[in-house]
């Protein structure tokens, strides 16, 4: 028997309070490399980088159908994650004038 839609987004909002959570824990690391890159001068995109991450996690997916979505989620994230560090390195620099 088919799940009815209440159930199926009961679900969903499971599945959004684990982002939610893993998105918090991924930010608390984002924050971390930051200051990382900011201590050591690193640059904030790193091109090769990326491209590893985004071939090793879509290679990981359970269904290949979802391929595209995943590799345009994953750049968002990834996207996402520059912006916050430039913030934070755009902070510190300003707090050293």
Not at 40 to 58: L, W
Not at 64 to 85: G, N
């Amino acid at each position: 028997m088919a799940k009815s839609i209440e159930e199926i987004r009961v679900r969903i909002d499971e599945v959004d309070a684990e982002m939610r959570a893993l998105f918090e824990e991924r930010l608390d690391l984002v924050y971390q490399v930051a200051e990382y890159k900011f201590t050591n001068h690193g640059e904030i995109f790193d091109p090769k980088r990326e491209a590893e991450v985004v071939k090793k996690h879509t290679e990981k997916l359970e269904n290949a159908d979802y391929k595209k979505y995943y590799t345009e989620f994953i750049h968002a994230v990834m996207d996402q994650s520059k912006r916050v560090q430039q913030a934070y390195i755009d902070e510190q620099d300003t707090k050293m004038v």
